[in-house]
C-alpha cells in the first residue's frame, strides 16, 4: 500500500507563487510514477503534470507548462510543483497521485494512490 500527502496549499494573490509538496511512503519511491491533479468547484478533476520514476520524463497540460514546474527528490521520497504566476483560473483543490511502475501517465484512471488534496486559492 502506497500512502500519499499532499502540502504547500494557500491562499496567493494572482501572480505569486506556490511550491506544493507530496511526500509518498510504503514503497520504493523510485518505484512509483506520480502526477499531480486539481479539481476546482463545479468541475471535474483534471491531469495538471506527472513525472517518470526517475525524473526523466516530465509532461504538462498545456495551460500549466510555461509557468508550472514539476519535481522529485527521490532521497527525501517527495515530489515537488512549483507553481509561479498564478492566475485565479488555477484556483482549486490538488491533488497528489501515484502509481507502481508505469510509464509516465496523465489518465487519472491508471494512478490507484491518491492524496486528499490541498487548496490553493489564487485572489484577483
Known amino acids: 500500500q502506497v500512502q500519499v500527502l499532499e502540502s504547500g496549499g494557500g491562499l496567493v494573490q494572482a501572480g505569486g507563487s506556490l511550491r506544493l509538496s507530496c511526500a509518498a511512503s510504503?514503497?520504493?519511491?523510485?518505484?512509483?510514477?506520480m502526477g499531480w491533479f486539481r479539481q476546482a468547484i463545479g468541475k471535474e478533476r483534471e491531469f495538471v503534470a506527472s513525472?517518470?520514476?526517475?525524473?526523466?520524463?516530465?509532461y504538462y497540460q498545456d495551460y500549466v507548462k510555461d509557468r508550472f514546474t514539476i519535481s522529485r527528490d527521490n532521497a527525501k521520497n517527495t515530489m515537488y510543483l512549483q507553481m509561479n504566476s498564478l492566475k485565479p483560473e488555477d484556483t482549486a483543490v490538488y491533488y497528489c497521485?501515484?502509481?507502481?511502475?508505469?510509464?509516465?501517465?496523465?489518465?487519472?484512471?491508471?494512478?490507484?494512490?491518491w492524496g486528499q488534496g490541498t487548496q490553493v486559492t489564487v485572489s484577483s
Open positions: 513525472i517518470s520514476r526517475r525524473g526523466g520524463s516530465r
Open positions: 497521485a501515484a502509481e507502481l511502475n508505469i510509464s509516465i501517465s496523465s489518465r487519472e484512471s491508471d494512478y490507484h494512490y
Open positions: 510504503g514503497r520504493t519511491f523510485s518505484s512509483l510514477t
